[in-house]
């Protein structure tokens, strides 16, 4: 912070200058661009993978906790949280932990955010959907477009993420 010039910049390799709003208004801003918050989810995205790739030191042969860490170092410059995997068998988890909002809205967004920038990543198509939300922590599946909506419509019928899943992966311990 460089509170006499009135900047913030990321602290990543390129200093990307920052703008510090409260968390309550990302929400806000969400709802607002509605038709428009997936290109903001991609914009975003694309700004959290080169600023993790740059973290990481082989890109293409590191570990899922490397990436991991990687997209919650370059979620916690931004002021919005932490990320981490969760392994159910064969399925993979993004939990969002501290998310800056909630809601309908930040669940699309937050679902591509993590699709797009998991996907980058580690060089996988996927899709997102949100499978569980409690306590500003949000757990989003990553896998095909039609797993994901198979998982919405479970999702819709109230089902808890850990029953989501053990639908998705039956005889596997999570």
């Known amino acids: 912070m460089d509170l006499p010039h009135g900047r913030i910049d990321s602290g990543g390799p ?3 200058r920052l703008v ?3 968390a309550a208004w990302f929400g806000d801003v969400l709802e607002s661009l509605a038709e428009c918050h997936g290109a903001f989810a991609d914009r975003l995205a694309g700004a959290i993978v080169a600023e993790a790739a740059a973290s990481l030191d082989d890109p293409d042969g590191c570990a899922p906790d490397e990436v991991a860490w990687a997209l919650s170092l370059a979620f916690a410059r931004r002021g919005l949280g932490l990320a981490a995997f969760e392994r159910w068998g064969d399925a993979l988890l993004f939990v ?3 998310a800056p909002a909630e809601g309908p809205m930040f669940r699309e967004f937050a679902s591509r955010l ?3 920038a998991v ?3 580690l060089r996988l198509s996927a899709d997102g959907v949100v499978v569980g939300a409690d306590d500003g922590e ?3 599946l990553l896998a095909s477009a039609d797993t994901c ?3 919405r419509g479970l999702t819709a019928d109230g089902l ?3 029953s989501v899943m053990a639908l998705l992966t039956p005889g596997d311990d999570a």
């Open 96 to 98: 969002w932990r501290a």
């Open 149 to 151: 909506h198979r998982v």
């Open 114 to 116: 993590a699709a797009r």
């Open 20 to 22: 510090a709003l409260p």
């Open 138 to 140: 949000l757990r989003i």
């Open 14 to 16: 390129d200093r990307e």
């Open 160 to 162: 808890s993420h850990e």
């Open 119 to 121: 996907g980058e990543l």
